[in-house]
């Protein structure tokens, strides 16, 4: 059995108004991104960091507007992705804001984008965007 993973872009304007302000900055429909291995996707809160049921997430909120191509991965990997996801924390809404208006001069805060970019990090895949998740995307299918 060969393990996979894939980027998904999500637009959940509707549901939070968070991800609504993220359009706004970016001109974007994409304001959410997540890395899905299987049947689970993770997601960055102000709880923590976790795995959530694509399902759940799909029936809560809405189906991606972006799937990635699948691509393959060790199990070596995906221990390193799962050791992220327990490790990485709460995120910070206000810190985000702080972030975007001030010049993007501050350390990258915690948020869905900067959760996938370490997991990538971690199997392997070296992109520079940490904070803008259309951009990430943009970023992830010039990579090769």
């Known amino acids: 059995m060969s393990l996979n993973y894939q980027l998904v872009g999500y637009n959940w304007s509707p549901y939070h108004w968070e991800n609504k ?3 706004r900055w970016t001109q974007s429909n994409i ?3 997540a ?3 299987g049947k689970y996707e993770t997601l960055a809160s102000q709880y923590g960091s976790q795995w959530r049921k ?3 997430l799909q029936r809560v909120y809405s189906m991606p507007l972006i799937t990635t191509a699948k691509r393959t991965m060790s199990r070596a990997g995906l221990q390193a992705v799962t050791d992220v996801v327990a490790n990485y924390g709460p995120m910070n809404r206000p810190y985000i804001y702080l972030y975007n208006f001030t010049g993007r001069f501050l350390p990258v805060p915690k948020s869905c ?3 996938t970019w370490h997991c990538l990090r971690a199997l392997g895949v070296d992109l520079k965007e ?3 998740p259309n951009t990430l995307l943009k970023e992830f299918y010039t990579c090769k």
């Open 113 to 115: 984008t900067d959760l």
């Open 21 to 23: 302000q993220v359009s």
């Open 35 to 37: 890395l899905r291995i």
């Open 54 to 56: 694509t399902s759940t």
């Open 31 to 33: 304001n959410h991104v």
């Open 130 to 132: 940490r904070f803008l």
